[in-house]
């Protein structure tokens, strides 16, 4: 199964956009990358997914490389409500179902 | 509003006892999922259920069991064949398993002792 590579904790001003990278280097063809947070002892949020091209909502954007091997993603105008635990991760098939692969996240915290 | 609940948030039990979780969605969601999660780590998935009556093992689904009787309710029940049962437990649903968001409930922390 395609892993995911996080740092596992980030700073990130408040105000300042905050840039998560993830590295996906074993990720097949048709295997999503997704990004999910978590904040404290919370059930998990979605926040996007992508397989190629980039992507844009209206909490985030994400940036996938060309040759699909890393991913960023970007949260414009970071707030104190932004920090969490993101997660990068892989859709994977199993089964002839799909199962999210997660990794250990990245903890970003936003400062005043 | 519509949504997921898991209940209790807290639960704790003594080794060699079998635990049900609950978890409800009333999103109108075919599938539903139950993962674990241990301290500093993502998510594991441990059963999930694509429709009424049919639900499949996940990567540690040993020493549970689930049922999907209802599309609304996937309980989890932690038996004690489980050998480390303490851990958060969370509760998921989406329209499909293609579909691209998973919605998810609170957690149940168990702790066993």
């Known amino acids: 199964d395609a892993k995911t590579t996080q740092p596992p904790s980030m700073d990130c001003a408040e105000g300042r956009a905050a840039n998560l990278p993830c590295n996906h280097s074993t990720i097949s063809g048709n295997e999503y990358v997704y990004w999910y947070r978590q904040i404290h002892s919370q059930g998990p949020q979605y926040i996007i997914h992508?397989?190629?091209?980039?992507e844009t909502n209206e909490m985030a954007s994400l940036i996938i490389t060309e040759d699909r091997k890393s991913s960023t993603l970007i949260l414009p105008h970071a707030t104190l409500r932004d920090t969490a635990v993101y997660y990068c991760?892989?859709?994977?098939?199993?089964?002839?179902?799909?199962?999210?692969?997660w990794g250990a996240g990245t903890k970003l915290i936003i400062k005043p | 509003d519509g949504g997921i609940t898991q209940s209790p948030k807290y639960l704790f039990r003594k080794e060699g006892q079998n635990v049900t979780l609950s978890c409800e969605q009333n999103l109108n969601h075919d599938a539903m999922y139950w993962y674990r999660q241990d301290p500093g780590q993502g998510l594991r998935l441990i059963y999930y259920s694509q429709i009424v009556n049919d639900f499949q093992k996940g990567d540690i689904a040993e020493g549970y069991s689930v049922s999907r009787e209802k599309k609304e309710s996937f309980p989890l029940t932690v038996t004690s064949a489980q050998k480390n049962p303490t851990a958060f437990y969370l509760c998921?649903?989406?329209?499909?398993?293609?579909?691209?968001?998973?919605?998810f409930g609170p957690g149940t922390r168990l702790t066993v002792t």
């Open positions: 992508g397989l190629k091209n980039n």
């Open positions: 998921a649903s989406s329209i499909g398993t293609l579909s691209y968001e998973q919605y």
């Open positions: 991760i892989v859709r994977v098939a199993r089964d002839s179902n799909y199962q999210l692969i």
